[in-house]
Nanobody
């Protein structure tokens, strides 16, 4: 069983930066970040392979967000820069066995989410 706990969310002005962290208990595999805005479906943001050598991004965040991981600490991070009001959402950390996927229902474990609010 894997437990995931996100932290680092908050309120930031447009153009600002935030770093989200995800602490994992137990062995973790492919890790992803997803987000869900009110009234919208949960959407893929970024993912990183077990080794950290492969990263994947949604087009909407490419060039602004960076996902990374530290396996020695069982931590995954999402560095978010040049934030926009449309980035406002609850951000979720997720883990899955096997290869990368952008589909939420392919992930096996989820954190409780952390709110990110970007003001204009």
């Amino acid at each position: 069983q894997v437990q995931l706990v996100e932290s680092g969310g908050g309120l930031v002005q447009a153009g600002g930066s935030l770093r989200l962290s995800c602490a994992a208990s137990g062995r973790i595999w492919t890790m992803g970040w997803f987000r869900q805005a009110p009234g919208k479906e949960r959407e893929f943001v970024a993912a990183v392979s077990w080794s950290g050598s492969n990263t994947y991004y949604a087009d909407s965040v490419k060039g602004r967000f960076t996902i990374s991981r530290d396996n020695a600490k069982n931590m995954v991070y999402l560095q978010m820069s040049s934030l926009k009001p449309e980035d406002t959402a609850v951000y979720y950390c997720a883990a899955k066995v096997g290869a990368y996927s952008p589909y939420p229902n392919s992930y096996d474990y989820w954190g409780q989410g952390t709110q990110v609010t970007v003001s204009s």
